[in-house]
Structures are given as structure tokens and as C-alpha cells.
């Protein structure tokens, strides 16, 4: 069973970092396109970012450019997002979601949740 | 970017009821598009992938179509437990947009 467990979120000022974590298990993590997706409260769905099965490639919304850095270690199985530079519209429930290929998310974490304020 | 307009943005159903939510991309995807649901406080479940292939677990009531620019969620007998809300994502081009969701109530 795809088991994703999401870490790392709290409150942070303007302008803080935060790294978030998402540990896989039940699948084979390294053969999936892995991605995460943020839902600010009482709001919709909202892709975030991307990262390929390997590492190598990464995309991300324009919104978070240059500021949110996804990264993964397939050897502890374990997907990362860095938040930089944050704004109070950075404000969500910051999910990973796993990709088998087709860009569809069967896998979802419970979520994790970011609050931006001072 | 793709934007995706789902229709309507709430919807007011009974036990019973075939209802049918209506997505459409701004430009073509092919059948790259998937539906999901969320119930509050919960993350999303995978409904349907590429247009009308439903996932493993979900009811035979759940049925999706299109291509192109136009889609549907159909669910042909409403449960108590389909009420929910409904998202479609494209899955054609980065960024992976989604629909801003349809909200299925109970009349």
C-alpha cells in the first residue's frame, strides 16, 4: 500500500525557510515521479512543484520560482521541498503526491500545513 | 498555462440522482486529464485518469469522458458518501492546473 507521510510545516514569519519532507514506503519510490501540490485554507488545488523519478529534472509553478527548491534522496526513499524568501500567500496544506508517469497522483499524503505570519 | 473551467462551481443533489460535472481546458489536451475528490479535511482520492479510466477501488458508478477540450465526471447513482468536491487537473503540460472545483452537496 503507497504510504506518504508528510513533514516539516509550522508557522513562520515573512521572509523565513522552512524544509518540508515526505517519506514514501509501499512502492518503489525511486521509479516515480514524485510532486507537490498546496491547497491555501478554504481554497483549491495548486501544483507546486515536480521532481523526475532520478532527481534530474524539476519543474515548478512561476509562483515559487526561485524561491521553492524540490528535491529527493531515493535511498531514504524521502521527497523534500525547501520554502525560501516565504509570503503570507504562501500560506497551505502543503501535500506530496506520487506520479507513476502519466502525471495522475494515486499516491497523496495527509498534508502538512504552513501558516506564514508574524 | 492551461487554465481548466469546471462546471458549475456547486451543485445541489439527492440520493439517487445522476448528476454530471462539466470540465473544459483552454486549449487541446488530448485525454490528459483526471479527476479527483476530496472531502473536508482530508487529502484528494484519485477518481479517473486520463479522461475515463477509473481508478481501482471506485465505484462502477464513476464514469468519465472527452477528449480534446470538453470532460465529464458522470456519477450515475448519487451515495451519501459521493458528496464531496470534485477537481480536474490536466496532466498535457507543466504547470499541472487544476479546475477550482465543483462542490457536490446533499439537497
Known amino acids: 500500500e503507497v504510504q506518504l507521510v508528510e513533514s516539516g510545516g509550522g508557522l513562520v514569519q515573512p521572509g523565513g525557510s522552512l524544509r518540508l519532507s515526505c517519506a514514501a514506503s509501499g512502492f518503489t519510490f525511486s521509479s516515480y515521479w514524485m510532486h507537490w501540490v498546496r491547497q491555501a485554507p478554504g481554497k483549491g488545488l495548486v501544483w507546486v512543484s515536480r521532481?523526475?523519478?532520478?532527481?534530474?529534472?524539476?519543474n515548478c509553478a512561476d509562483s515559487v520560482k526561485g524561491r521553492f527548491t524540490i528535491s529527493r534522496d531515493n535511498a531514504k526513499n524521502t521527497l523534500y521541498l525547501q520554502l525560501n524568501s516565504l509570503r503570507a500567500e504562501d500560506t497551505a496544506v502543503y501535500y506530496c503526491?506520487?506520479?507513476?508517469?502519466?502525471?495522475?497522483?494515486?499516491?497523496w499524503g495527509q498534508g502538512t500545513l504552513v501558516t506564514v505570519s508574524s | 498555462d492551461i487554465q481548466m473551467t469546471q462546471s458549475p462551481s456547486s451543485l445541489s443533489a439527492s440520493v439517487g440522482d445522476r448528476v454530471t460535472i462539466t470540465c473544459r481546458a483552454s486549449?487541446?489536451?488530448?485525454?490528459?486529464l483526471n479527476w479527483y475528490q476530496q472531502k473536508p479535511g482530508k487529502a484528494p482520492k484519485f477518481v479517473i485518469s486520463?479522461?475515463?479510466s477509473l481508478q481501482s477501488g471506485v465505484p462502477s458508478r464513476f464514469s468519465g469522458s472527452g477528449s480534446g477540450t470538453d470532460f465529464t465526471l458522470t456519477i450515475s447513482s448519487l451515495q451519501p458518501e459521493d458528496f464531496a468536491t470534485y477537481y480536474c487537473?490536466?496532466?498535457?503540460?507543466?504547470?499541472?492546473?487544476f479546475g477550482q472545483g465543483t462542490k457536490l452537496e446533499i439537497k
Open positions: 521532481i523526475s523519478s532520478d532527481g534530474s529534472s524539476t
Open positions: 487537473q490536466q496532466s498535457y503540460s507543466i504547470p499541472y492546473t
Open positions: 486549449q487541446s489536451i488530448s485525454r490528459y
Open positions: 486520463a479522461a475515463s
Open positions: 503526491a506520487s506520479d507513476p508517469g502519466h502525471g495522475g497522483y494515486p499516491g
